[in-house]
T-cell receptor, first 113, second 119 residues
Framework: KAGVTQTPRYLIKTRGQQVTLSCSPI?????VSWYQQTPGQGLQFLFE???????NKGNFPGRFSGRQFSNSRSEMNVSTLELGDSALYLC????????????FGSGTQLSVL | AQSVTQPDIHITVSEGASLELRCNYS??????LFWYVQSPGQGLQLLLK??????LVQGIKGFEAEFKRSQSSFNLRKPSVHWSDAAEYFC?????????????????FGSGTQLTVLP
């Protein structure tokens, strides 16, 4: 079974641009979560989607948004990029269940110049 | 709000030596606790988790962790470290009380402990 796939692997953008990152969960997983990882702030929860609905959101500005499609694939979008948005963005998928664990992708490394 | 503290930023051990990585959490109710490992350029891999029951939890790759409610700790241990264990280790807490809404996926992570293994 294929793991969580995130594309692209690396991305370079300039300030003010917008970016879209993609995540394909493990087959059968309907929950997709996004995390931002930076050296300064560590790992921080962005949001979680389940059945095309955002179920939970972390403490990030409205420039960060996401969506989930009917096939459970998810995208996250960051508009008006700032230098501080440079980070590794990790996607995780899981089954729906009390004890189900998160499976993480390898991430998208975003650099904002 | 929950929080996780990993007091050791960097630990160096010799191959074959024992290992203990510290984790302290703060959460008002019953926590769900996790240890993840991250190799350079990779995502996170779950080593083990504690939801309830036996406070000594066995994980993959020979790791174990012990939940101590009185000390609010969930330390990770391994009796004999291998060179391939060199990586960054993250402790995380999930809000058990929010499981119904699926917010168990909203994990709060510690800042990580970088493990170096000497030959």
């Amino acid at each position: 079974k294929a793991g969580v796939t995130q594309t692209p692997r690396y991305l370079i953008k300039t300030r003010g641009q917008q970016v879209t990152l993609s995540c394909s969960p493990i087959s059968g997983h309907r929950s997709v979560s996004w995390y931002q990882q930076t050296p300064g702030q560590g790992l921080q929860f962005l949001f979680e989607y389940f059945s095309e609905t955002q179920r939970n959101k972390g403490n990030f500005p409205g420039r960060f948004s996401g969506r989930q499609f009917s096939n459970s694939r998810s995208e996250m979008n960051v508009s008006t990029l700032e230098l501080g948005d440079s980070a590794l963005y990790l996607c995780a998928s899981s089954l729906e269940g009390l004890n189900e664990k998160l499976f993480f992708g390898s991430g998208t490394q975003l650099s904002v110049l | 709000a929950q929080s996780v503290t990993q007091p050791d930023i960097h630990i160096t051990v010799s191959e074959g030596a024992s290992l203990e990585l510290r984790c302290n959490y703060s959460y008002g109710a019953t926590p769900y606790l996790f240890w993840y490992v991250q190799s350079p350029g990779q995502g996170l891999q779950l080593l083990l988790k504690y939801f309830s029951g036996d406070t000594l939890v066995q994980g993959i790759k020979g790791f174990e962790a012990e939940f101590k409610r009185s000390q609010s700790s969930f330390n990770l241990r391994k009796p004999s470290v291998h060179w391939s264990d060199a990586a960054e280790y993250f402790c995380a807490v999930g809000a058990a009380g929010l499981l119904v809404s699926g917010s168990a996926r909203q994990l709060t992570f510690g800042s990580g402990t970088q493990l170096t293994v000497l030959p």
